[in-house]
């Protein structure tokens, strides 16, 4: 049976981690619930939500800075900001489809998680628009890093190290993110019928050019209707017409090649960043692989020659995803696919006993995993942060 | 001649020099060991001119698993270590202790690998940053970070401090375009943090490594972003008669929607020595000079420049200046690229490095001239406008200790107003030794606790750049915050 806190504020935060660690209690640590099946499942009697602890608590649009606590429902920030015409540039995945999960993606965890989407090519990760954290230690102890302002160097970079850990290393109160202005429109240019490789190159072609291209995704079809491949361009209204036509041009667009107008481009892009095509079973195995883009029609082959699937090249080809197959998830044959390609492997979506038996994250090289043990012990010393969340005994 | 304390040099590694200076011989290659004076007095100090020691050796390898043999060797024999690039560290970040050993990085130089197809470079870390872009130039590709001293300064240092430069307004810092670092720790040990790809799996020890001032291990190669570069870029120069009007203007185009590749500011003081130097044609009669550069074709340049240009009426520049030639904007960046040359032709100055919430521009400078006034000093001011980095030259002269000990408080003083205002203490150039003791000033005890506990475990002995970052006092022992055994 576990029990839920939602301490109000640091201070409560602060006593309810110091008096688990005393006892060596474990803690787990939510925001809205939505990414509950990301990483390995946590054992834990108590569970700390950061829910009551929400709210913006700066947003100064000329200096393109907005900070919130931890709590606060992305939908909420998202909202002020889409009143003053900006955004969060890194485009942030909504999970609730892909995991058929229900509530409100926070703030707080699009940085734990270090959640990003189709933009992370153009515009970074959500680590690359965090500016400043604050965040409660397995100490009990409330630390912050960053601040409010652009350029930072000084000390060491927390603010980076936090993002993307999960909730085992703090568990963070509050965030500050670097916004961006919201284009005037968007296009895209869709080519159809392309294999991987041919696509990855069109994609290739479109990164590689000067019209700064903000999405760049392809589309297989298991159906057997044509594959999608798609490219983004933002900004205003002339500017984005006349750098499509250009990019029609570099890319070369073998095949059927369409242009598509904002609102059609919006849907293309939404569905590419929550994997709308990839919504249906709750806990179907499946794989988020990180590769350099040209590796992956050789990662997709080497997978579908043991029954699983790419689904969707996204990031002109630098990460896919994968359908994993069988009772261990098809963890072999993807993690010797992105391996040989120099990259590495996420199971983000499966049943509880897989997360619990089959590595999650990626096994590190022994120099990198004994740095992350020591870094754990360093921010949580008796391991009561979602203990075991992205790796066995951290 | 310095004010900030530096550690007595540890006797005991002094005694053993000859040692250890045989050891190393034994492991790096013909003339990369430097022991005589004359020759390691070229190591004494970086940019940061006003502190100075002359190394107990220096090692220039020309492989990672040099670098490894070395720092296997120092840390056995419990010697410190100072890793560097070119030198350039404003903030003393390079500089060396009389009973430390200098690694530099001047021999690993090589380009490895470019990929186009994958918009990635792979470099040996001592290569220069101008060299990543001349490599990748020809196909009309870019390294996008661009400190002001990117023709001599290394991408290790770059990595070391997280370097911006002019143009990060629109393209980041180096955190933002390093994907992969081979890095030696001090054991001697090489580790691959990241790669090709884009993230890296667990923790994010690549974001921890850059900017922590060599201070958690040695990265002797880079895999960096390449970007395409825009089809072309032209800067414009707006004058105004207030820094209130300057600033005001800055936030206004920022909240319309452009995000400039760059809008660089410079007052009146700086404006006059920049263009006796460089000849850049800016206005001498203004008080705040804004140079907002944009980029794309030749027809979104004109209307992102005709909407700059009308959200400007509102505050009245008194000088609107289109570049109209590659030579015009040539010189327009020459002036602002080489304001700390110009600036040193006629004065030493201490060039500080503080970050300000940009709303906060005019209040500060205001505060940042009665501070300077105060200790009789004169300041000129270069500021990264859209980021909020604000650059106070404050002009002192060197051969004068009375003027150096005011010219650091004075510089004390602007950063305590950067972290009062909401800012911080420094946004590109580090920590180095200059800022070490102020670092309180920004965070609280346990802040720094927890950054020191971070260095406790890649350096447990803490001989990797040990005189930087953090006060002296206070310093965990290696045991600390690890549970009992």
């Not at chain 2, 475990?457 to 206070?474: A, H, Q, R, T, Y």
Request: charged letters at 20%; one cysteine or more; hydrophobic letters at 45%.
């Amino acid at each position: 049976m576990t029990n839920t806190v939602s301490p109000a504020d640091e201070r409560e935060l602060e006593a309810i981690v110091a008096e688990a660690a005393a006892h060596g209690a474990a803690l787990a640590v939510e925001g809205g619930g939505t990414r509950r099946g990301l990483g390995r499942p946590v054992e834990a009697d108590t569970v700390v939500s950061t829910a009551a602890m929400s709210g913006i608590t700066l947003y100064e649009p000329a200096e393109l800075v907005m900070a919130a606590k931890a709590g606060t429902p992305l939908d909420e920030v998202e909202t002020a900001l889409a009143g003053n015409r900006q955004r969060l540039a890194f485009e942030p995945m909504d999970h609730r489809g892909m995991f058929g999960s229900k509530g409100h993606p926070t703030i707080g965890a699009v940085a734990a998680a270090n959640i990003s989407g189709p933009r992370r090519i153009e515009s970074g990760a959500a680590r690359d628009s965090l500016i400043g954290v604050r965040a409660v230690t397995g100490r009990g102890e409330t630390i912050k890093s960053g601040g409010r302002v652009m350029k930072n160097v000084a000390g060491y970079d927390l603010v980076k190290f936090l993002a993307g850990s999960f909730g085992t290393l703090a568990v963070i109160t509050e965030v500050t993110f670097k916004v961006a202005p919201m284009p005037e429109t968007e296009r895209s240019l869709i080519v159809s019928g392309l294999d991987a490789s041919a696509a990855v190159a069109v994609l290739s072609a479109g990164l590689g050019s000067p019209f700064s291209v903000s999405g760049a995704a392809h589309l297989p079809s298991p159906s057997g209707a044509p594959s999608l491949t798609a490219l983004r361009i933002e900004g205003f209204e002339d500017s984005v017409g006349a750098r499509m036509g250009k990019l029609r041009s570099v890319v070369g667009a073998p095949g059927d090649a369409d242009i598509c107008d904002e609102a059609a481009s919006k849907d293309l892009w939404a569905s590419v960043r929550d994997l709308t095509s990839l919504a249906g079973e709750s806990d179907a195995p499946l794989w988020r692989v990180s590769v350099k883009p040209g590796d992956s029609p050789a990662v997709a082959k080497m997978v579908g020659e043991r029954d699983n699937r790419a689904l969707l090249f996204d990031w002109g080809g630098g990460l896919v995803w994968i359908a994993g197959a069988g009772a261990d998830a098809g963890v072999m044959a993807v993690r010797a696919a992105a391996g040989a390609a120099g990259g590495h492997a996420t199971l983000v979506r499966a049943g509880r006993e897989v997360r619990a038996r089959v590595a999650v994250f990626e096994p590190l090289a022994p120099p990198a995993m004994t740095l992350t043990k020591q870094l754990k012990q360093a921010f949580d010393p008796g391991a009561i942060l979602n203990p075991g969340r992205m790796y066995m005994g951290i | 001649m310095s004010t900030i304390a530096l550690p007595e040099p540890d006797s005991a590694t002094l005694s053993r020099r000859d040692e250890i200076v045989a050891g190393l011989d034994a492991l790096v290659g013909p003339g990369a060991l430097i022991s005589s004076e004359d020759e390691r007095r070229v190591y004494e100090t970086d940019a940061l001119t006003a502190y100075r020691a002359v190394p107990l050796a220096v090692v220039l390898p020309s492989s990672t698993e040099e670098v490894s043999a070395v720092l296997a060797f120092l840390s056995d024999n419990n010697v410190k270590v100072v890793a560097r690039g070119a030198g350039t560290s404003l903030s003393g970040g390079a500089l060396p202790s009389a009973d430390c050993v200098v690694v530099g990085l001047a021999r690993m130089n090589r380009i490895l690998d470019i990929d186009y197809a994958n918009r990635i470079a792979t470099v040996e870390a001592g290569v220069t940053n101008i060299n990543i872009t001349n490599a990748v130039s020809g196909r009309g590709f870019f390294y996008a970070p661009d400190p002001s001293s990117q023709l001599a300064c290394t991408i290790a240092g770059n990595i070391a401090m997280n370097s911006g430069g002019a143009h990060c307004l629109k393209y980041g810092v180096t955190t933002n375009n390093v994907l992969g670092v081979r890095m030696v720790l001090i054991d001697g040990t090489i580790v691959e943090l990241g790669g090709g790809h884009l993230d890296s799996p667990g923790y994010d020890l690549l974001g921890l490594t850059v900017g922590s001032e060599g201070q958690l291990g040695i990265v002797t190669e880079a895999t960096v972003r390449i970007l395409r570069s825009a089809e072309g870029a032209r800067p414009m120069l707006m004058g105004f008669a207030s820094v209130e009007d300057a600033g005001a203007c800055v936030a206004a185009i920022i909240a319309s929607g452009i995000i400039p590749v760059a809008i660089e500011y410079m007052d009146r003081p700086a404006i006059k020595v920049c263009e006796a130097f460089a000849k850049a044609g800016y206005p001498l009669d203004v008080e705040a000079l804004l140079i907002v550069e944009v980029e794309g074709s030749q027809t979104e340049i004109a209307d992102l420049i005709a909407r700059i240009t009308r959200i400007a009426q509102a505050f009245s520049p008194t000088v609107t200046r289109v570049s109209k030639s590659e030579a015009e904007s040539a010189a327009i960046w020459k002036g602002r690229k080489s304001a700390f040359g110009a600036m040193g032709r006629i004065s030493d100055y201490m060039c500080m490095d503080g970050v300000i919430p940009t709303g906060r521009l005019p209040e500060v400078l205001r505060r940042v001239q009665e501070i300077c006034t105060g200790y009789g000093l004169s300041v000129a001011n270069i500021f990264h406008a859209g980021d909020g980095n604000l650059h106070p030259l404050i002009l002192y002269d060197m051969n004068d200790p009375v003027e150096l000990q005011k010219a650091e408080d004075a510089g004390a003083d602007i950063l305590r107003l950067c972290v009062e205002v909401g800012g911080c203490l420094t946004g590109e150039h580090g920590v180095g030794v200059e800022k070490r003791d102020l670092m309180p000033v920004q965070f609280t005890p346990r802040d720094l606790r927890q950054q020191m506990l971070v260095k406790n475990v890649f350096d447990p002995g803490w001989l990797l750049n040990p005189n930087k970052v953090f006060p002296l006092d206070g310093r965990p022992t290696p045991s600390d915050g690890r549970p009992p055994a």
